[in-house]
């Protein structure tokens, strides 16, 4: 079971990401998979979930209309298109799966992340 992050890097202000996740080695169907993010001396967010079933997306209030998620089933890849970026955005980003929405106690699978930073 792997999750690999890409696409990482250095923003300013307003600026634009796009974060993507390829699985690899389970079920790529009928689950939640999505994004978290943990910024330096603070806890562990959800900020994006989608049940890969049927697409159907959920975001955390802080990144609603500004991020979005996706995915490609047949590439076995999530993305995060993350626009306006604010400074409160810098973090590492980890890709999930295994778990329940946006509720972090509950994901067993984690990716290594990749690294959000406001230039």
């Known amino acids: 079971v792997q999750l690999v992050e890409s696409g990482g890097g250095s923003v300013q202000a307003g600026g634009s990401l796009k974060l993507s996740c390829t699985a690899s080695?389970?079920?790529?169907?009928?689950?939640?998979m999505g994004w978290f993010r943990q910024a330096p001396g603070k806890e562990r967010e959800g900020v994006a979930v989608i049940y890969t079933g049927s697409g159907s997306a959920h975001y955390a209030d802080s990144v609603q209309g500004r991020f979005t998620i996706t995915q490609d089933s047949a590439k076995r890849t999530v993305y995060l298109q993350m626009r306006t970026l604010k400074p409160e955005d810098t973090a590492m980003y980890y890709c999930?799966?295994?778990?329940?929405?946006?509720?972090?106690?509950?994901?067993?699978?984690w990716g290594q992340g990749t690294q959000v930073t406001f230039s």
């Open positions: 999930v799966t295994g778990g329940i929405r946006l509720l972090v106690k509950t994901y067993r699978v």
């Open positions: 080695g389970f079920s790529f169907d009928d689950r939640d």
